[in-house]
């Protein structure tokens, strides 16, 4: 059974970094895609950043610059380095895999439980 377990959320000041982790058991990054999204209250989810199997990046506009996703095949895990936050990203930020197209249009049906990250003003 696939599962993914996130961690590193928390409270942090505006201007503040966090770094998110994600670890999937049951299967392998190294063969998969991963992204992460976000949803904050009364809002739609949201592709935040997303990492192909050969390493390819894509992000939000909203990020870039700020955010930097990453993986470890050997530990089969992916990161989320967030840095310079700022209030509004505020949200529940959940892991994804699979395949390329699945994780950047969010219907892949792999995802963790989700971590919450607050950025206080």
């Known amino acids: 059974q696939v599962q993914l377990v996130e961690s590193g959320g928390g409270l942090v000041q505006a201007g503040g970094s966090l770094r998110l982790s994600c670890t999937v058991s049951g299967s392998s990054f190294s063969i998969n895609s991963a992204g992460w999204y976000r949803q904050a209250p009364g809002k739609q989810r949201e592709l935040v950043a997303a990492i192909s199997r050969g390493g390819t990046t894509n992000y939000n506009a909203s990020v870039k610059g700020r955010f930097t996703i990453s993986k470890d095949n050997a530990k089969d895990t992916v990161y989320l380095q967030m840095n310079s936050l700022k209030p509004e990203d505020t949200a529940v930020y959940y892991c994804?895999?699979?395949?390329?197209?699945?994780?950047?249009?969010?219907?892949?049906?792999?995802w963790g439980q989700g971590t919450q990250v607050t950025v206080s003003s």
């Open positions: 994804a895999k699979g395949l390329w197209r699945a994780v950047v249009a969010g219907t892949t049906n792999y």
